[in-house]
């Protein structure tokens, strides 16, 4: 997608003319940058004279009317701030026929015309039922620390996500080796195992759990059982809240069942996760993104998610970035294993 041709430059000056009135909300679980990616939005919209509506809650705003105008000062400071100003929600009403009717009435009694979406899987799922139904163009931008979207190499959130769990295992790693513990650390990653693999390696585990490897526990198992292994200072072991074991506390109870003499710790990390001021890399992909997506609805695009692939911005269609899934590289999986040998 280019902008900057001349047929390109024509058809968004001629969408300037026609489109006037946008809006953008966050939707799914919050993830650091989505403070960003709105600025972007905003100010690329205003930059070429679109009046930009934000969507409070995401589609639950949309059902209970819930729009404030944004112009510059009302993204001013927030490119630093963790979760979103927008704020977000489940919304079951919106799952109904009938809830995203009423959703598409009060976005079009509010004049808006298109939207940008940023969030996951789910919320390109409500994005692209709402242009089907009521030919509401949307263009989708990839939220979620977990990293597992179809369609990009990153998503907002993700570096930040993992910089906060390898800085909290850098100090579990003191106290670990003060009492010559093992500890398990669990990270965010039910279906994909991107935070667990990539904390797991910058932090020096010796065992990495993820949804995509199975058979870890018996690797871990004969890890320990190798001359000289339990009497090692310490241990940290990473492990994914959706790995096939059932995450952190499973494990622990089967190496305490096979290993009486070792101390076993372990630590939820959980939803410290997904707070925290972005990094500069989330900053800096999020206000792409959320530029990009923009300059997407004025050359006519819709139903269509935003990506970053070798550099690159690329669209992908909604159904594919929904139908497809994004799973670790198995070559990390191998050199993981022989690292911690």
Same mark, same amino acid.
């Given at each position: ?51 930009? #509506? &934000? !969507?409070?809650? $995401?589609?639950? /705003?949309?059902?209970?009317? +819930?729009?404030?105008?944004?112009? =510059? %000062? ?124 990539? #904390? &797991? !390696?910058?932090? $020096?585990?010796? /065992?990495?759990?993820?949804? +995509?490897?199975?058979?870890?526990? =018996? %690797? ?122």
């Amino acid at each position: 997608m280019k902008a900057d041709d001349c047929s390109s430059a024509f058809f968004v000056l001629l969408c300037e003319r026609i489109m006037k009135r946008i809006g953008v909300f966050t939707s799914g679980g919050d993830a650091p940058g989505m403070n960003a990616c709105v600025r972007a939005v905003v100010r690329t919209a205003l930059y070429h004279k679109l009046e930009v #509506v &934000g !969507i409070k809650r $995401g589609y639950q /705003g949309m059902i209970d009317n +819930e729009f404030i105008e944004l112009n =510059s %000062r009302s993204v001013a400071n927030i490119i630093q701030m963790g979760g979103t100003v927008l704020k977000t929600a489940r919304c079951e009403a919106f799952r109904t026929v009938e809830g995203r009717a009423r959703a598409a009435a009060n976005l079009k009694s509010q004049g808006i015309e298109a939207l940008v979406c940023i969030g996951g899987n789910g919320s390109y799922t409500g994005a692209l039922k709402l242009y089907q139904e009521h030919k509401i163009p949307t263009i989708g931008l990839p939220g979620t620390i977990d990293n597992d979207l179809f369609g990009t190499d990153f998503t907002i959130g993700y570096d930040t996500a993992i910089n906060t769990a390898v800085d909290a295992i850098d100090k579990i790693r003191d106290t670990a080796d003060s009492h010559n513990r093992v500890f398990l650390v669990e990270v965010m990653g039910r279906d994909a195992g991107f935070i667990g693999m990539a #904390v &797991g !390696i910058s932090g $020096g585990a010796e /065992g990495i759990f993820i949804p +995509e490897d199975r058979g870890e526990m =018996s %690797r871990i198992i004969e890890h320990f059982k190798r001359t000289g292994r339990r009497s090692k200072a310490f241990s940290i072991i990473v492990v994914s809240e959706g790995d096939e074991e059932g995450g952190a506390k499973a494990v622990e109870k089967k190496l305490k069942e096979e290993f009486t003499d070792i101390n076993v710790r372990t630590t939820i990390l959980g939803h410290i996760q997904r707070g925290g001021s972005p990094t500069a890399k989330d900053r800096v992909l999020a206000s792409q993104l959320g530029y990009n997506a923009v300059l997407a609805l004025l050359e006519g695009y819709t139903s269509k998610a935003v990506g970053i692939q070798g550099g690159n911005v690329v669209l992908t269609d909604f159904e594919e970035a929904i139908g497809k899934s994004k799973k670790v590289n198995p070559d990390l999986i191998r050199m993981a294993e022989i690292l911690s040998y």
